[in-house]
């Protein structure tokens, strides 16, 4: 079992900067593929970000590409979503979860745990 916790999520300008995190307890984390996803109201849930377990390989949504960045500190059982410069389009509450084989996938069924989100929105 795998315990995902989010935080940092709250209001931001478009334009500035927010950072999510995500602390992991449970099963070993430096062994799994982490991902960022987040949903709008009324829509689908939708893939952001994935970061490999060791860190080197990324996979970002096109529309985030160049303002955000994932990374994550094995140590600290944690992973995160630097938000630059974000969009009101970006509202929405982000997900982490986390998936236990080795490759970054964007599909959520890929994904095996999940937290309870937190709320992000950038105001138009």
């Known amino acids: 079992q795998v315990q995902l916790v989010e935080s940092g999520g709250g209001l931001v300008q478009a334009g500035g900067s927010l950072r999510l995190s995500c602390a992991a307890s449970g099963r070993t984390f430096n062994i799994d593929v982490m991902g960022w996803f987040r949903q709008a109201p009324g829509k689908e849930r939708d893939f952001v970000a994935g970061i490999s377990s060791s860190g080197v390989r990324t996979n970002y949504a096109d529309s985030v590409k160049g303002g955000f960045i994932i990374y994550r500190d094995n140590a600290k059982k944690a992973v995160y979503l630097q938000m630059n410069s974000p969009k009101p389009e970006h509202t929405a509450i982000y997900y982490c979860?986390?998936?236990?084989?080795?490759?970054?996938?964007?599909?959520?069924?890929?994904?095996?745990?999940w937290g309870q989100g937190t709320q992000v929105s950038v105001p138009s």
């Open positions: 979860a986390s998936r236990m084989r080795p490759i970054v996938v964007s599909s959520k069924s890929g994904y095996d745990y």
